[in-house]
């Protein structure tokens, strides 16, 4: 008998790759419902991989990504959307290779994979937490529930998920339960994830947004990244989806003790001279409109405010009062608004988890524990993080799909 905890996308994918091999699966969700997270993906639209080239999908993964070289051998995003369009799933392709259900929903994807796991008559209990695995010398012997049941189990596969999101039940247990069975545990951090500032100011933005942005992270005065589109501003930092993309190095610095500086070319399509020549022609353009109105122009009204505070300009001065230097000044802020960036909001709004089980101690082509046999690893509980852009679903169904073809 093959248990596979958890009923997130790796463990549904994890059943089902185990079931083809006419092996007896069950799968164990405490949630009411599999696939609690997944129905959350994409804004609730799904994005299940990239369409990147196969080879290239290790290089959108921080560190660790080559661990997944076996796993996505096996099952690549081509293998991925071919299992989706054999069994009916129409997708379409977006910006940057995003692919989505057609539909539009994720409840499509996860509609399919319940279908599939009733098809392959895997047995699935749901309202059921695994407490631990008892492992007697090395050999996986039987499961304990919260609820008091025991299972006896042959192969056990983990698929927990990581620590994001709490309240679809990815609360880290499966991790936990590793490490009791002797795993190392990479420190688990939030991951694809806004960012706060320390510079006060940033609480009178919350809500702006900003379209066509350049974000410069630096540390040591190098780039570390640099990302181009919109940003928001949130209660005391900034989100968006440039900034999740960018938000993994800028964790690893922070990690190492560095300091980070954001800066914020707002005039991303000009350079500095074009932005000056732009700002006069519209103040001689509109000589006694009030600055604050000609800066509405570039930015948001509340923007244009705190711009003026920035450069210590009074807010109503109009546009012919502007002096050489407070123009300068100006136009220097709207190249490049400095911040020094404070941390990440917390696992909570994280989109993933960095960290997890230590890939040192998986095999990678079959996803079995180095240190206790019979026990399988899938999903964001492995210390493996991607990027934005379905490299994180992707991951999940390529370790999921080889966990369960090789346990069973
Ligand atoms: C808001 C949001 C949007 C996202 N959008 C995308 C996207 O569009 N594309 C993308 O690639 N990635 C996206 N991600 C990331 C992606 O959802 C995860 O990487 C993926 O769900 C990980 O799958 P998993 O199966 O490993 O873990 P999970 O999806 O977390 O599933 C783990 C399951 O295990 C269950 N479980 C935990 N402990 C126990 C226990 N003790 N007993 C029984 N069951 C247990 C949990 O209830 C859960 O159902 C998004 C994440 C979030 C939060």
């Known amino acids: 008998m093959i248990v596979v905890i958890g009923g997130g996308p790796a463990g549904m994918m994890a059943a089902i790759g185990a079931a083809s091999g006419q092996n007896e699966v069950t799968l164990i969700e405490k949630n009411k419902h599999l696939g609690r997270k997944l129905l959350l993906t994409g804004g609730g639209r799904c994005n299940l991989t990239n369409i990147c080239e196969p080879e290239d999908l290790i290089y959108h993964f921080s560190k660790t990504g080559s661990f997944l070289r076996d796993a996505i051998k096996t099952f690549d995003n081509k293998s991925l959307i071919s299992f989706f369009a054999k069994r009916g799933l129409k997708i379409k392709v977006e910006e940057n290779g995003r692919v989505f259900p057609v539909t539009d929903k994720a409840s499509s994807v996860l509609d399919l994979l319940e279908d599939e796991i009733k098809k392959l008559k895997i047995k699935v209990l749901c309202n059921t937490s695994v407490k631990r695995v008892m492992v007697t010398k090395s050999v996986v012997k039987s499961i304990l529930c919260e609820n008091g049941t025991i299972f006896q189990a042959d192969k056990v596969i983990f698929a927990t998920g990581g620590l994001s999101y709490q309240a679809t039940g990815s609360t880290g247990d499966g991790i936990r339960m590793a490490e009791k069975l002797g795993h190392t545990i990479a420190p688990l951090k939030p991951g ?39 940003i928001i501003f949130t209660k005391n930092g900034i989100s968006g989806p440039i900034l999740l993309s960018s938000s993994g190095k800028v964790i690893d610095r922070l990690n190492a003790g560095k300091k980070v500086f954001l800066e914020i070319d707002i005039m991303s399509m000009f350079d500095l001279k074009e932005t000056e020549d732009i700002l006069i022609k519209k103040i001689l353009e509109s000589p006694v409109k009030g600055l604050k109105n000609i800066l509405k122009e570039f930015v948001p009204m509340r923007f244009s405010e705190v711009l003026l505070e920035l ?23 709207l190249k490049g608004l400095k911040f020094n960036v404070a941390n990440t909001v917390s696992f909570e709004k994280a989109q ?23 026990i399988y690893f899938a999903g964001e509980m492995i210390d493996i993080d991607g990027d934005c852009g379905g490299f994180n679903l992707q991951a999940a169904f390529s370790t999921g799909y080889l966990a369960g ?4």
Not at 322 to 327: A, G, I, Y
């Open 192 to 230: 694809l994830v806004a960012l706060t500032l320390e510079n006060i100011f940033s609480h009178k933005l919350e809500g702006v947004s900003l379209n066509d942005v350049k974000l410069i992270f630096k540390t040591d005065k190098k780039k570390i990244v640099t990302e181009k589109g919109s």
């Open 311 to 333: 450069s210590k300009i009074p807010q109503d001065k109009k546009a012919n009062q502007l002096t050489f230097k407070e123009r300068k000044e100006l136009i220097t802020l």
């Open 352 to 374: 993933i988890t960095r960290g997890g089980v230590s890939v040192k101690e998986i095999d990678p082509k079959t996803m079995e524990s180095k240190k206790e046999k019979g």
């Open 405 to 408: 073809i090789s346990a069973g």
